[in-house]
C-alpha cells in the first residue's frame, strides 16, 4: 500500500526562492512514491483579518505554481480546503475533544496573540482544524518545518484520544521532517532567514520576480570585503548563502564551485548565480502565466476537490457514526 502524505499550505502571497529549494521542489519528488494531497488551507488564513480579493487572488495564485513547479495533478490532489466542506465539519467535532488548556500552550497562539486585546477565536481553536486537514486522509506522513511540529504533536494526542474514547478510526500521523533543502537566508542580512514579509524587497526573490529583478538583487547582496569565492558561514554568511542557493538548483557541490570560481571575483560570481537562478525560474514562471487564467486550472482544482470530498467525507461518516451524530448511515 502506498503511504498517503499531506501537507497545507496558506495561500499568503507571494512564494519565495526559500520556500520552493526548502520545501516546495521536495513535493515534486514525493509524488512519485506516496499518495499525496496538498491542500491551499484558505480556512486557516482567515484567522487573521483577509482582504477578500486579494485572498482570492493568492488562492489562485497558490494553486497555478503549484503544478508550475511539477506538480502533476494525475499523481497528486492538488485542491482548495473550503472547497471540502468535512475539514470544518470534522474541525468542529475535534475541537469537542481537544481542551482549552492545551490550546492555550501553542507556542503560536502565544505569540500571535501577546499584547492584543481582541483575539480572533480562530487563533485559538484553528491546531483541532489543522488535525482535520491531517486525519481525514488517513495520513501517514506530514512534512513540517520545526515551526509546526508542536501542532503535529496536538494532532497525534487528539486522534489517539478520539481512538480511545469513541472508535479506532484514525491512524496516528508521523512527523516527516522535510530533507534538509538548502536553508535560504535574506540577501540583505544573511544570518536571518529569507522571508516574504521582511520590510526590504531586496532581501528576497520571489518565484515570479522579473529577470532583471532578480539580478539587482543577488548583485546588490551583502556579502564581506575578503573577493574570495568560499563557504564559510561564520565569517562570510552572504557569500555562503549565494553558494547554497547556486549548489540546490544546479546540483552541483559547493567544493565544485569554489573551485570553479577560484580566483574571479565578486562580480563574476554574482552574475553567474543570478544567471542560474534566472534560467531555473524561466519555466517555472512560463507555465504559471500560461494557467493563472486557464480553464486548465480551473479543472485541476474541481478535480482535486471531488477526489479530497469522496476521500474526506468516507471519514467523516467513520467520525459521525462514532460519536453518534445525526442518523447512522451505512
Known amino acids: 500500500m502506498m503511504k498517503t502524505i499531506f501537507s497545507g499550505i496558506q495561500p499568503s502571497g507571494s512564494v519565495t526562492l526559500g520556500n520552493y529549494i526548502g520545501a516546495m521542489r521536495q513535493f515534486v519528488e514525493l509524488q512519485e512514491d506516496y499518495d499525496c494531497f496538498f491542500c491551499i488551507v484558505d480556512q486557516h488564513a482567515i484567522t487573521v483579518q483577509q482582504d477578500r480579493l486579494a485572498l482570492r487572488k493568492n488562492i489562485r495564485s497558490l494553486a497555478a505554481l503549484y503544478v508550475a513547479i511539477g506538480l502533476d495533478p494525475s ?11 468535512a475539514h470544518a465539519q470534522a474541525g468542529w467535532m475535534l475541537q469537542c475533544v481537544s481542551y482549552i488548556g492545551e490550546l492555550e500552550r501553542m507556542t503560536q497562539f502565544k505569540d500571535k496573540s501577546a499584547g492584543k486585546e ?36 496536538l494532532t497525534r494526542d487528539l486522534a489517539e484520544r478520539f481512538n480511545r474514547k469513541y472508535n479506532d478510526i484514525f491512524t496516528i500521523p508521523e512527523v516527516r521532517i522535510p530533507k534538509e533543502g538548502a536553508r535560504v537566508m535574506s540577501l540583505q542580512e544573511p544570518t536571518k532567514k529569507m522571508s516574504k514579509s521582511d520590510p526590504n524587497q531586496k532581501a528576497f526573490i520571489t518565484l515570479l520576480d522579473e529577470p532583471k529583478q532578480i539580478e539587482k538583487k543577488i548583485k546588490s547582496a551583502v556579502t564581506d570585503s575578503e573577493g574570495v569565492v568560499k563557504y564559510d558561514k561564520e565569517n562570510k554568511p552572504g557569500i555562503s548563502n549565494l553558494l547554497s542557493i547556486y549548489s540546490a538548483l544546479e546540483g552541483i557541490s559547493v567544493a565544485d564551485l569554489e573551485q570553479q570560481f577560484s580566483g574571479k571575483g565578486y562580480g563574476d560570481f554574482k552574475q553567474a548565480a543570478a544567471d542560474v537562478v534566472i534560467k531555473h525560474l524561466a519555466p517555472i514562471q512560463e507555465r504559471y502565466y500560461a494557467l493563472i487564467e486557464s480553464d486548465e486550472l480551473d479543472q485541476i482544482l474541481d478535480e482535486g476537490a471531488e477526489k479530497a470530498r469522496f476521500r474526506a467525507g468516507k471519514m467523516l461518516k467513520k467520525m459521525e457514526n462514532a460519536m453518534g451524530l445525526g442518523r447512522k448511515r451505512k
Open 75 to 85: 499523481k497528486a490532489t492538488l485542491f482548495i480546503q473550503s472547497e471540502v466542506p
Open 118 to 153: 481582541a483575539v480572533s477565536a480562530g487563533l485559538l481553536t484553528y491546531p483541532p482544524l489543522m488535525a482535520a486537514d491531517i486525519l481525514l486522509y488517513g495520513t501517514d506522513l506530514v512534512p513540517v518545518g520545526e515551526d509546526q511540529k508542536q501542532h503535529l504533536e
